[in-house]
């Protein structure tokens, strides 16, 4: 009898591979033999629809004379595979490290691999000064976190004793595991529980630490600030994070914050200003002095005729190199200063310039 594996895997005759392949896996979760309420004979039919629908060519064949083309519903001569499974179907074509992951879970990885464990990221802020975020500082910061045992340096030994072979892995941190499936009894590796993969157990646990190797415990951390970091960035120390148990330590994220200047902002490595100007100084020219962020008195030379908004340059006075590009300068605005009161000397001064046209 013809079958139509569109219909039995629920899907149009246009379905793309991906929902193919979602229409396989919500039927295999439901009638797999290994489950309850599963249904040997649908898993068959299902799997063999899969297999020719999954198939470009063997699609292309289906479409044009049915499933009869295929010998009674197995995939034609040269699959791939010798059908010892569940109807005979094959399995060319069907992603098993998905499957394996949805019905063993996703610790399977069908080989001898072993995963060690990792721990936990921790993220903190810090705030700085603006002068310690150009040219860079230290901060220590108070963490209560899980870290590497003191008193054993992680081994989980009383201090003194030694490591013995874990006899529950024999030495090799790995475990044998049979699992049954669809698709038979299958042997897998899985890292041993009790050593965690080091195939070593403590003689004589550590009583700090109760064999664990870790400890939860306030720890003090110093921080390198780098020379002209921004406001924002994140800094990453490797290794800093939670420790875990005959594992790697996660990572210290630190977000750095800068408190704001009265002075100076920043653009790029180019410190920038605003420097209010007299009128008259504006007209004639000037000296001014600022001081610079390291301190030091700065000459400014404001040029006769300089206009209200006009930028000043002081080259190379910013923020140094520091592999971020070339050393910054010092961006000054100018602001005119219009006095609001004027003596009549002045106001007869200004009316001789007025006359001049000035």
């Not at 200047?261 to 200003?273: C, F, K, Q, S, T």
């Not at 006075?317 to 070339?326: H, L, M, P, T």
């Amino acid at each position: 009898m013809a079958k139509d594996y569109y219909e039995i895997l629920g899907v149009g005759k246009t379905a793309t591979k991906e929902e193919l392949k979602k229409a396989f896996h919500k039927l295999a979760h439901k009638y797999h033999p290994d489950k309850a309420g599963g249904n040997e004979a649908k898993f068959k039919e299902m799997n063999e629809a899969y297999q020719v629908l999954s198939d470009e060519s063997k699609r292309s064949q289906y479409d044009q004379y049915g499933s009869a083309s295929f010998d009674g519903g197995g995939p034609p001569p040269g699959s791939g595979f010798s059908g010892q499974g569940y109807g005979g179907g094959g399995f060319e074509g069907v992603d098993l490290g998905d499957i394996f992951n949805d019905f063993f879970g996703a610790g399977f990885n069908g080989g001898s691999g072993q995963r060690v464990e990792r721990g936990r990221d921790i993220s903190v802020d810090i705030e700085i000064s603006f002068e310690e975020s150009i040219f860079g500082t230290k901060r220590k910061v108070l963490l209560g976190k899980t870290s590497t045992c003191d008193m054993c340096h992680g081994s989980g030994a009383k201090p003194g004793t030694k490591l013995k072979k874990c006899v529950t892995c024999s030495g090799k941190g790995r475990v044998n595991e049979l699992r049954k499936s669809f698709l038979g009894t299958f042997s897998t590796v899985t890292t041993c529980n009790v050593c965690k993969g080091i195939g070593e157990i403590p003689e004589e646990k550590c009583k700090s630490c109760s064999g664990l190797g870790v400890v939860k415990k306030q720890e003090e951390i110093e921080i390198n600030v780098p020379v002209g970091i921004n406001a924002g960035e994140m800094l990453r120390m490797s290794g800093k994070g939670e420790a875990v148990s005959r594992g790697i330590a996660g990572d210290l994220y630190i977000k750095v914050h800068v408190k704001p200047h009265a002075l100076y902002h920043r653009e790029g490595n180019n410190l920038v200003m605003d420097l209010d100007v007299k009128l008259s100084d504006a007209l004639l020219g000037a000296t001014y002095k600022i001081t610079a962020l390291d301190g030091k008195q700065l000459d400014v030379k404001i040029p006769e005729g300089v206009k209200f908004g006009d930028t000043l340059r002081l080259k190379e006075k910013g923020i140094a190199n520091s592999g971020r590009g070339r050393t910054g300068d010092i961006l000054i605005h100018v602001n005119i200063k219009t006095p609001t009161r004027l003596s009549s000397k002045a106001k007869k001064l200004i009316e001789e310039l007025k006359q001049e046209g000035v």
